[in-house]
């Protein structure tokens, strides 16, 4: 089981990047995928949710409006475009597949496989 993202980068605020998490050794249709994001002295945090079966995404409230979480499950990738990003967004993102249902899907540790981060860097 793997997966593996992509996509991160240097951009100016208010620019836009789109992240790509490829999963593989697993059926993604049984899995609900998260992105999480780490800056430097901060605790892992959630950003964005969605059931690849059911395909509801949900959002932290600070990128609400802003990014936009996806599952192109042909090519079992999941996405998330980021736009309008700020300075504060910078932070190394991580996408992580979840096999078991729970209301704390925001929570990193309900969370059985992880990609290996890719930088995001917002210039301000």
């Known amino acids: 089981v793997q997966l593996q993202a992509s996509g991160g980068g240097l951009v100016q605020a208010g620019g836009s990047l789109r992240l790509s998490c490829l999963a593989s050794?697993?059926?993604?249709?049984?899995?609900?995928i998260g992105w999480f994001r780490q800056a430097p002295g901060k605790e892992r945090e959630g950003v964005s949710f969605i059931d690849s079966a059911d395909g509801n995404p949900d959002y932290v409230d600070s990128v609400k409006g802003r990014f936009t979480i996806s599952v192109d499950k042909s090519k079992n990738t999941a996405y998330l475009q980021m736009n309008s990003l700020k300075p504060e967004d910078t932070a190394n993102y991580y996408c992580?597949?979840?096999?078991?249902?729970?209301?704390?899907?925001?929570?990193?540790?309900?969370?059985?496989?992880w990609g290996q981060g890719t930088q995001v860097t917002v210039s301000s």
């Open positions: 050794g697993f059926i993604f249709d049984k899995y609900a």
């Open positions: 992580a597949a979840r096999s078991r249902w729970t209301v704390e899907y925001y929570r990193d540790v309900w969370y059985d496989y």
